[in-house]
Structure formats: structure tokens, C-alpha cells
């Protein structure tokens, strides 16, 4: 019986694999969400570009879903379009470390509410080489607003100094870590996890509550760096390694009342000193020594504080912190030339977005919008954004949600790129899901952003970024938000033709010959 169940599977899979195109359900008004259910789900492979071909793929708010084409690569002809890109791979920006989503307690709870079947579909969707090939995830040490109650590790007993009871809970043995791992069996490249503390046991806090205001007891300083090496400790133990750890979530939260759910808030003095005196020390003079210590890992317009202010609070912090970490929930306000006070003064340092989503503001009234292109735009142009701004990886929030957005205890509701119908066993993949995949799939671990110029008119409305990849291919995005147009791709003596439909966000892999006698002629 049970023989025959897998041959019928492996049958139907065989057949499927990277064939299977959107199952688009249109939504009024909106583009289209793509339609996953137990026996269909769509997929796509990434083809490799021939010698003097190129291959770019389209999806468009008129429900494209990576549309293959290929095109011609060669010798500038003499006809001239009115936009034009041209490359320069010899000036070389950031390294990509990768693109991902967070395994939050209400991902993976919805993820686990769906047959088993529909979990294959979802994760291979996510990290396979028949979809978006995510290489990054981050992972809550305990608790947030997408969990069904607030909670940490070690709540009892109180003022357990040395948190002998500290255990893994129910959310991380049946939810977050089977879906990491079988996250890890689909990948195509080893994932680098980011973990982070929202709030720690109320014992640890000034104030009693996991949301509003609230500070680290200085008596616990230590206790709560012991907490974060415990969690390494613990993910190792389940064969889960930790790539990187934020040193809190939106610490400002904590400080201003600004949150409801689960936050603790610090001083730019005391997370300095707690890096310098506690975190640092116990991270590196442990087995795990080579984790990369990420601090702010909050909004945009906080970058300052939490690097530049804190540094020279605490100096000593340096030796200890490999980048900082930020969230998206300022972006339409505060302009991305801010990371300079980072990319300009620590070089060495890096900058990676550690959280997104769409539909976190109170006034937008509907949390999770289906099929809207108009948050993938928003995807879109601050990935492009960042990426232009030296971030070496970008890391979406809840890698799916319900139907209301959660669950969430806090009623925190928000969009994600994959919402679950539990009730009718399906989920729909909306058009920010593709929007991740423009750039995760076709962005390895390892690819160098280079030069782009643009001779344009104003009217081209073209966002665009471009990378060296370690395939020997070069990836260029481009983002249309006006009419069709044709525009010319350029590098050295080569050119593409490239026609980009009306709103719609087109991936382009060139061959690259890394041979300056080549690139020269
Ligand atoms: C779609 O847009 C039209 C025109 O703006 C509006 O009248 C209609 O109510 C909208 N339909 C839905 C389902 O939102
Ligand atoms: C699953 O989706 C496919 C493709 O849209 C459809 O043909 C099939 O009827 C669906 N199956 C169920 C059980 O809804
Ligand atoms: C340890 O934690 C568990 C789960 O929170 C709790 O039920 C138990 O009482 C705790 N043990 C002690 C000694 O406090
Ligand atoms: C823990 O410490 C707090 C503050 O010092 C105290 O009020 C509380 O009673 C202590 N709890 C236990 C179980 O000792
Ligand atoms: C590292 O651990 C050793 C042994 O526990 C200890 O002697 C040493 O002081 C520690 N070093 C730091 C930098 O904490």
C-alpha cells in the first residue's frame, strides 16, 4: 500500500517539476494571485544563457508570473533606443550574502495546518531549484506578536540567574524546526539563519509586561547574553546551525512605548555596553565564536543611533559586531542615503534588511491585500533600493500568514507573500512572492553588485540593479512602472534588446566572460 502511494507521488512530482505554470485566480481590481493546492502548484527552473543569448524573465501586473524569453547578445547594432543601461563590471560594490523570510511561530503553524502534500509545495516553492531558492531565514528565540501567546524560554523560575530551565517549547519542536529542516533538505545552498530575542522572561525586565515600555535589569546582563548562546546551543543540538543574531528587535520599540506585543527597550550606552561587557565576550569565547553579531536591527532612520551614536558611546563594540541589521517600515519616509553614515565611515561593517512586510501601517485598513502589484512594486523598489546601498541580503517577514494576516496575538495583522486558505486546503502566492524570487533566484550567495549607468529619459520610469554572478552570468533587474518599452542592455561591445511590459519587473542573465580581452573588443 504504502509502495504504491510513493510511486503515484514521485509520478505526479516527475511530471510537474518546473513546468507548472501560475494557476492565476484574478481578484478584482488587483493582479492575480497564483492558486497552490494539494495537486498543483506552480513552478519554474532557471535556465542557464547561451553563448550570445540572453534569458529574461517578466512578471507583470497583468499576471505574467516569470515568463521565459530569450533574446540576442552581440555586437551593438547601429539602431538606437532611447533608453539604454550599460554595464561596468569593473567597479564592484557589496557581496550578496542572500535573500530569505522569517520562520515565525505563525508561519510554521500555518504551514503545519496544511495537508502534507501543500507543506511540500510551500517549502519547495520557497527554497527548491523549482522556485525562488531562498537562502536565508530568520528565526524568533521564543516569542513575538506572530505567536498564539506571549512567552520566553526559562519564564520559570524567576530570577534563575543561571535559567536552569531553560527548554525549547512546543512552537519550536513541532513548528519552526520541522519547517527549517525541511527547508534545508529543499535548498539549493547551506541557509543562514538569523535569530532574535523580542522580549526576555518578564524576571529579566524593569516592567512586568511583554509589550510597552521596558529595559534589561542590570543584574541580568550576563543572564541574557547565557540566554542567546543557550538558543545556539539548542538549534545545534536539532542539527540547526545559526548563521547571525540581532541584538533585540526594534530596541527603540521597548524605550517609547511604541509596541504592544512582545519588546524590550535599550539605550544606545547600555546596548554598547552590554555588547562590549556581556554578548560579545560570551558569543566569541564559545564554540560558536564565529557568529556574526548584527546590532540595531531596527528601522531605517534609527541606523545612526544604533551604529554611528552607539560606537562612539562604546568603541570597544567594534571588535565585536559584524553589521547591523534593518527593517523596512520607514523606507516611504526616510531616503536610503542614511546607510552611507555606515558604508562610508565602516566599510568593513555590512548592512542587511532582517524585516519587511506590507500592511503593518494602522491606517491601511486591509492587512492582507490578494493579488495587489502595488506592495510587490513597493518590494520591488526597496530591494532595489538597498541593494544599490550596499546591503548584502534582504530578509522578508513571516513567510506566510492566514487569511487575516496572523495569527497574532497582539492583533498585529499584516500581509505576507504567501497566504493560507486552511479551510478550502490551498494557498495563494501573491505578487510580492515573485517579486522576492526576481532577485532570490537569480542573485546566488556570492554575486558582486557592479556599475550600472543610465542614458534615459525621465519618462522611462526604470528602476533597475545589476550583479556579477558566480555562475559567470550577469543579473540585471529592471523594475517598469510605466508603458511597454524596448531598452537597450549594454557592456563593452555587447548588447541586448530587451522589451519590458507595462508594470512589470523583468530579470536578465547575460553570459559574462570574465576576460577583459573580451569585454574590451
Ligand atoms: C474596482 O474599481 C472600481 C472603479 O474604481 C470600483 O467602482 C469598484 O467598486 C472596484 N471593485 C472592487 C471589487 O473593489
Ligand atoms: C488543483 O488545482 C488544479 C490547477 O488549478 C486544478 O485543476 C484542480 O482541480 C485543483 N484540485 C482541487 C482538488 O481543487
Ligand atoms: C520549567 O518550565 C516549565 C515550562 O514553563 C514549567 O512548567 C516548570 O514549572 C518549570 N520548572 C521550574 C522548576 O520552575
Ligand atoms: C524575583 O525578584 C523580584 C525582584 O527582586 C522579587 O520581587 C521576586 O519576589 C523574586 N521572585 C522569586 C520567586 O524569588
Ligand atoms: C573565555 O573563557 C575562559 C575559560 O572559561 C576564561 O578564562 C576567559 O576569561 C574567557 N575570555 C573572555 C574574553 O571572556
Given at each position: 500500500m504504502m509502495k504504491i502511494k510513493l510511486l503515484l507521488f514521485i509520478t505526479i512530482i516527475y511530471k510537474a517539476h518546473g513546468e507548472n505554470k501560475c494557476a492565476a485566480r484574478e481578484i478584482p481590481n488587483e493582479s492575480v494571485v497564483c492558486v497552490c493546492n494539494s495537486t498543483y502548484c506552480d513552478d519554474f527552473v532557471r535556465e542557464p544563457p547561451k553563448r550570445n543569448a540572453y534569458v529574461a524573465y517578466t512578471s507583470s501586473k497583468s499576471g505574467l508570473r516569470f515568463v521565459k524569453t530569450e533574446g540576442h547578445w552581440g555586437k551593438q547594432g547601429k539602431e538606437k533606443c532611447s533608453t539604454s543601461l550599460t554595464l561596468d563590471p569593473t567597479i564592484k560594490y557589496q557581496?550578496?550574502?542572500?535573500?530569505?523570510?522569517?520562520?515565525?511561530?505563525?508561519?510554521?503553524?500555518?504551514?503545519?495546518?496544511?495537508?502534507?502534500?501543500?507543506?511540500?509545495?510551500?517549502?519547495?516553492?520557497?527554497?527548491?531549484?523549482?522556485?525562488?531558492?531562498?537562502?536565508?531565514?530568520?528565526?524568533?528565540?521564543?516569542?513575538?506578536?506572530?505567536?498564539?501567546?506571549?512567552?520566553?524560554?526559562?519564564?520559570?523560575?524567576?530570577?534563575?540567574?543561571?535559567?536552569?530551565?531553560?527548554?525549547?517549547?512546543?512552537?519550536?519542536?513541532?513548528?519552526?524546526?520541522?519547517?527549517?529542516?525541511?527547508?534545508?533538505?529543499?535548498?539549493?545552498?547551506?541557509?543562514?539563519?538569523?535569530?532574535?530575542?523580542?522580549?526576555?522572561?518578564?524576571?529579566?525586565?524593569?516592567?512586568?509586561?511583554?509589550?510597552?515600555?521596558?529595559?534589561?535589569?542590570?543584574?541580568?546582563?550576563?543572564?541574557?547574553?547565557?540566554?542567546?548562546?543557550?538558543?545556539?546551543?539548542?538549534?545545534?543540538?536539532?542539527?540547526?546551525?545559526?548563521?547571525?543574531?540581532?541584538?533585540?528587535?526594534?530596541?527603540?520599540?521597548?524605550?517609547?512605548?511604541?509596541?504592544?506585543?512582545?519588546?524590550?527597550?535599550?539605550t544606545v550606552k547600555n546596548m554598547g555596553h552590554w555588547i562590549v561587557d556581556n554578548l560579545g565576550p560570551t558569543i566569541r569565547n564559545s564554540t560558536f565564536k564565529d557568529l556574526k553579531i548584527i546590532t540595531g536591527d531596527d528601522q531605517r532612520i534609527t541606523v545612526p543611533y544604533w551604529f554611528n551614536i552607539m560606537l562612539r558611546e562604546t568603541p570597544n563594540a567594534l571588535d565585536y559586531i559584524d553589521g547591523i541589521g534593518v527593517h523596512y517600515y520607514t523606507d516611504q519616509f526616510v531616503p536610503a542615503v542614511i546607510f552611507e553614515t555606515v558604508t562610508k565611515t565602516y566599510p568593513n561593517k555590512f548592512i542587511i534588511g532582517t524585516e519587511a512586510c506590507e500592511g503593518s501601517f494602522p491606517w491601511q485598513k486591509e492587512k492582507v491585500i490578494l493579488g495587489s502589484w502595488k506592495r510587490a512594486q513597493r518590494y520591488i523598489d526597496d530591494i532595489i533600493q538597498d541593494l544599490s546601498y550596499n546591503l548584502i541580503g534582504w530578509i522578508d517577514w513571516n513567510l506566510c500568514l492566514d487569511m487575516r494576516g496572523g495569527p497574532n496575538w497582539a492583533n498585529n495583522f499584516v500581509d505576507s507573500p504567501i497566504i493560507v486558505n486552511a479551510k478550502s486546503q490551498e494557498f495563494y502566492k501573491q505578487p510580492m512572492f515573485y517579486a522576492m524570487g526576481h532577485f532570490s533566484k537569480f542573485i546566488p550567495r556570492g554575486s558582486v553588485r557592479i556599475e550600472v549607468e543610465k542614458s534615459f529619459t525621465i519618462f522611462s520610469h526604470l528602476n533597475y540593479v545589476a550583479f556579477l554572478t558566480p555562475r559567470d552570468t550577469i543579473v540585471v533587474v529592471v523594475h517598469n512602472k510605466g508603458k511597454k518599452q524596448t531598452i537597450s542592455v549594454k557592456c563593452g561591445s555587447m548588447e541586448a534588446r530587451v522589451d519590458l511590459e507595462e508594470e512589470a519587473v523583468t530579470t536578465l542573465e547575460l553570459p559574462y566572460e570574465n576576460n577583459e580581452f573580451d569585454f574590451g573588443k
Open positions: 557581496r550578496v550574502e542572500g535573500f530569505g523570510g522569517a520562520v515565525t511561530d505563525a508561519a510554521s503553524i500555518n504551514w503545519k495546518s496544511m495537508p502534507e502534500e501543500l507543506q511540500k509545495h510551500l517549502i519547495r516553492s520557497y527554497f527548491s531549484k523549482y522556485g525562488l531558492e531562498y537562502n536565508m531565514m530568520r528565526v524568533p528565540i521564543g516569542g513575538t506578536d506572530f505567536s498564539t501567546h506571549p512567552y520566553a524560554y526559562n519564564e520559570l523560575p524567576e530570577n534563575d540567574t543561571l535559567l536552569t530551565n531553560y527548554t525549547l517549547t512546543i512552537e519550536d519542536r513541532k513548528y519552526k524546526i520541522p519547517m527549517i529542516k525541511a527547508a534545508m533538505q529543499e535548498a539549493t545552498s547551506p541557509i543562514h539563519l538569523v535569530a532574535t530575542t523580542w522580549s526576555p522572561p518578564l524576571w529579566m525586565k524593569t516592567v512586568d509586561t511583554y509589550g510597552g515600555y521596558s529595559q534589561l535589569k542590570k543584574k541580568y546582563y550576563q543572564t541574557y547574553a547565557d540566554y542567546h548562546l543557550k538558543f545556539l546551543q539548542h538549534y545545534n543540538k536539532y542539527g540547526i546551525p545559526i548563521w547571525g543574531m540581532t541584538t533585540t528587535n526594534e530596541p527603540i520599540n521597548g524605550m517609547f512605548s511604541f509596541a504592544k506585543f512582545n519588546s524590550m527597550g535599550w
